[in-house]
């Protein structure tokens, strides 16, 4: 019999890659008309690199630093220059040729394809896991908020794992040269978080297969196997050295690094301080967003708590028809409840819909871990449980408050929900494993009969005990219900709340009923084909249809169509208020603004126009948040005066001169601070203080403009000034700005300490300073700014950022990337002349086989071997 070409073998899964690709483009078809998501998060992104990028276009090369967010911060945080980062680049061009939107969800069902045809699964198989992946409705939500950079890391984490499978299982080459390359893209996905939570689940991959392998006498492999996985991941590694270097260094300056603050410390409310001196963020931050031990429900049943946090009712709802009795009008009741209605009743701030994994696809599931061969199920199970539980956050405080205090680096992240993206790749691929467990093992129903019963009682059931008793289990009240209906309704909002209660009942059986009767539908069709009522043509079909309509059924609610804008309106980020044109009108050099008509920790709107006070980022510099923590309340004005807030916009305050009738109420609006410092001044007196606490304890009442708080350890740089300092006639003005080049004229009618306006950053290492051209020192001033001795006389001091490492990770990235260039060519080469195929899943013979073999014993309980 003839041998199959290469093309042959390769035609399903071309035709299964392609079959995924459409699914996407059918999924988000407004973009083929040209629209896109306005999404929330990659709008902030993009106004705290405007600075940074309007700078590149004057000069042709982007600053190292902005003066947009937080009164300064390193811009390579927010938009950076890599300029060897070849491999990445490249994939990026591919990707980005494809539909936007549509091309994410693409590029993780691809990688996720690829992981399960490393795993040994067929064309139908690895489709099926992939849509799995790929559509679960936690990663759209995810994707409809604007979180991009977590579903790609999502997808490439799919396909380092596959490489890591091969490099254990032997095949050396071709899993180095994809541990290389998905490593280089997950870290240019540049979502750690999801990077840490993968490498856990790779750990206990490696523990569970390496112990598998000592057992079957195969310890050489393992051993080169973990040999590959070393080089090639350093290789990874190295292909973004430089982010990793600079982000090394920038995190011990945040807000997840250590702080030197003490529990003595005190905020303006008397309350101490939780830093503790400790490293990572705070428990409490850490842990806002945990997923409820009940709430694990939605796993199943995706409505058993309410869906999302806004919305998702209708006209037919308990609520509707409360709020028309009441005397609303149907209209505004219409769109109240299908668009603010707090349906969602856990215990989260809030949601944007929940983690459901797919009925049909948990079934499977369940039943793959009774037949499944090998140990590869005890990790499937394994790594889908630790992700749940990371999840589950504080409502497991036990296991979790312990890991986050001693696992290294897990108290650097925050939202630990966030895990429960990387629990769908789990159930997904042992989904997958199950289908293809059953097709190729072929067991009779009577070996299949218990795991069948059992896991259709684990899911079918419980979704039946919802659907009927579920009304009479919880309370379906929100611990902040009272409050959100408050806010809206009154004293009135205790009436309506009966109804929505009814609502999110309604809620929980609907979807209930429908989990079960996906589930009955999958496993009436399991139970067909080992009864061989069906063949294989029709059992994948079948149950692809329903794990397809199942996942985008429900997508749909939480993302769709309505959802989409043209590029005009997602381009148009924020429009500019009459006060941020008002202050566009100023062409002077340096100043920030303060913007409090926004939560301005929170939110890079003014950062879009100005350089600004406050700004969003998810890792602020330490010192700057414990300084509006435990400082900005109590001396709000001197703090803003010494920030160079030169103005501050608030809400329905006419501005100076303006005739008051023509001002919108309500309306933002500029107001002029005219006691602020500006970009630099000379001070009278220096308060030296001894640690960080006395320091922010100063700040509270420091009064900028004649004295300057430091701390003992820059003693020596102020040795010999005395401790009043006459300044009658010295002067300091900003004459260039560029955010990462900033330059002084100091005339100093005698030596003095001038502070500057501008952020303390790693000072007299990666900020240098010059004094007509030679170097000069500067030290901390006032918790968070810069400061430095200058002479008397007529002077030009310059201040340049630039941080040695990051030409040291120009160098590594690329030398790095040219090798891994290198490697994936010679194995492209050694592969195409070779037809190896890939290994089947395990080595070790099959529970079920063995079973057949006794069928009096149930296939449940396999022999230990």
Same mark, same amino acid.
């Given at each position: ?19 995924? *690709? ?29 600075? =940074? ?23 390579? @945080?927010?938009? *950076? ?40 699964? &067929? ?16 990663? /759209? ?24 499978? !091969? ?32 490498? !856990? ?29 070393? =080089?090639?991941? +350093? ?11 600079? @982000? ?51 796993? #199943? ?84 449980? !630790? ?7 504080? &409502? ?42 059953? %097709? ?14 059992? $896991? ?7 979704? +039946? ?30 009436? *309506? ?19 079960? /009767? ?23 079909? =079948?149950? !692809? ?13 939480? #993302? ?5 804008? $043209? ?26 603004? *303060? ?129 009043? @300092? ?15 080049? +900033? ?46 001795? %200058? ?28 090798? #891994? /260039?290198?490697?994936?060519?010679? %194995? ?38």
């Amino acid at each position: 019999m003839n041998q199959p070409t290469r093309f042959q073998r390769l035609r399903p899964h071309l035709i299964a890659v392609l079959g995924l *690709f459409v699914l996407a483009v059918i999924y988000f078809s407004p973009v083929l008309s040209g629209k896109t998501l306005s999404m929330a998060d990659v709008q902030q992104a993009t106004a705290s690199a405007r600075e =940074v990028r309007e700078i590149a276009q004057q000069t042709g090369d982007k600053p190292l630093w902005t003066d947009a967010v937080f009164s300064g911060m390193p811009a390579y @945080m927010i938009d *950076f220059n890599y300029p060897y980062i070849f491999v990445y680049k490249a994939t990026m061009a591919v990707i980005n040729v494809l539909p936007n939107t549509a091309s994410v969800v693409f590029v993780v069902m691809l990688c996720a394809y690829i992981l399960l045809v490393v795993l040994g699964c &067929n064309a139908w198989v690895s489709a099926l896991g992939a849509i799995a992946y790929g559509f679960g409705t936690f990663g /759209i939500v995810s994707l409809e908020a604007g979180h991009i950079s977590k579903l790609f890391a999502m997808g490439y984490g799919a396909g380092l794992l596959a490489g890591i499978v !091969l490099c254990l299982r032997g095949r050396y080459w071709l899993g180095a040269a994809l541990t290389g390359f998905f490593g280089c893209m997950e870290l240019g996905a540049n979502h750690i978080q999801i990077t840490y939570y993968l490498f !856990l689940t790779i750990g206990l991959y490696v523990l569970i297969e390496g112990i598998a392998l000592v057992r079957a006498g195969k310890v050489r492999q393992l051993a080169l196997g973990l040999a590959t996985v070393a =080089v090639v991941g +350093l290789l990874a590694g190295g292909s973004f050295g430089k982010r990793l270097l600079v @982000m090394n260094q920038y995190t011990k300056e945040t807000i997840r690094g250590t702080s030197e603050l003490t529990a003595k410390t005190t905020n303006p409310d008397g309350k101490a301080a939780t830093n503790e001196t400790k490293s990572g963020l705070d428990k409490e931050y850490a842990f806002n967003y945990s997923y409820g031990l009940g709430e694990t429900l939605t796993l #199943l049943v995706p409505n058993a708590f309410g869906g999302a946090s806004g919305g998702g009712l209708s006209t037919d709802s308990e609520f509707y028809k409360a709020l028309v009795n009441r005397g609303l009008d149907p209209a505004s009741a219409k769109q109240f409840v299908e668009l603010g209605t707090p349906t969602y009743w856990g215990n989260q701030p809030m949601v944007g819909g929940p983690a459901y994994a797919g009925a049909a696809l948990l079934f499977l599931f369940a039943l793959g871990m009774f037949i499944i061969p090998g140990t590869i199920r005890w990790w499937l199970l394994g790594a889908a449980f !630790l992700m749940v539980m990371l999840a589950w956050g504080k &409502n497991f405080a036990a296991v979790n408050y312990f890991l986050f205090d001693y696992l290294p680096y897990l108290n650097k992240f925050r939202a630990m929900t966030m895990a429960l993206c990387l629990a769908q790749l789990f159930i997904g691929i042992g989904a997958a494993l199950t289908l293809q467990t059953l %097709v190729t093992q072929k067991p009779t129903f009577a070996q299949l009969k218990q795991p069948l019963l059992i $896991s259709f009682g684990l899911t079918g059931g419980l979704a +039946l005990v919802l659907a009927v008793l579920g009304g009479s289990l919880f309370s379906f009240q929100a611990p902040n219900d009272t409050a959100i209906l408050g806010n809206y309704f009154g004293d009135a909002a205790k009436d *309506f709340l009966p109804a929505l209660i009814s609502d999110r009942q309604g809620l929980l059986r609907a979807d209930a009923f429908r989990s079960l /009767i996906l589930i009955l539908l999958v496993a009436g069709a399991v139970w067909a084909f080992v009864t061989n009522k069906i063949k294989p043509a029709v059992l994948y079909p =079948v149950v !692809l249809a329903v794990v397809v309509f199942d996942l985008l059924a429900v997508d749909k609610r939480f #993302l769709n169509n309505a959802d989409f804008v $043209s590029k005009t309106q997602a381009s148009q980020i924020f429009e500019p208020t009459p006060a941020d044109q008002q202050i566009l009108q100023d062409k002077s050099l340096g100043y920030r603004v *303060f913007d409090q008509t926004i939560d301005f920790m929170n939110s890079n709107r003014t950062s879009y126009f100005h350089r600004s006070i406050g700004g969003y980022h998810a890792a602020k510099l330490r010192r700057y948040q414990e300084l509006i923590t435990y400082a900005f309340q109590p001396n709000t004005l001197n703090l803003l005066n010494m920030l160079n807030a030169k103005y501050i916009i608030r809400t329905g305050e006419p501005a100076p001169g303006a005739d008051p009738a023509q001002q919108q109420p309500g309306a933002p609006v500029a107001l002029p601070n005219p006691e602020v410092l500006g970009a630099a001044w000379f001070v009278s007196h220096v308060q030296p203080v001894d640690g960080a606490d006395a320091e922010i304890a100063a700040m509270q009442k420091l009064n900028p403009r004649d004295t300057a708080v430091v701390d003992k350890r820059f003693a020596e740089q102020l040795a010999g000034l005395p401790a009043t @300092m006459d300044h009658t006639g010295s002067t300091v003005e900003l004459t260039n700005y560029r955010a990462d080049k +900033l330059t002084y004229a100091v005339n100093a009618a005698r030596e003095g300490l001038v502070v500057f306006s501008e952020i303390y950053y790693r000072g007299n290492e990666d900020w240098q300073v010059t004094i007509d051209g030679k170097p000069a020192p500067h030290l901390r001033a006032n918790y968070v700014l810069r400061a430095m001795r %200058v002479p008397a006389g007529k002077h030009t001091v310059e201040f340049r950022f630039d941080p040695p490492v990051a030409k040291t990770g120009d160098t590594i990235d690329l030398i790095c990337n040219i090798l #891994l /260039i290198g490697l994936i060519g010679f %194995v492209a080469f050694r592969e195409g002349r070779g037809s190896r195929s890939v290994p089947a899943p395990q080595p070790e013979p099959a529970p079920v086989a063995e079973v057949r073999a006794e069928p009096t014993k149930p296939v449940s309980k396999p022999k230990r071997k």
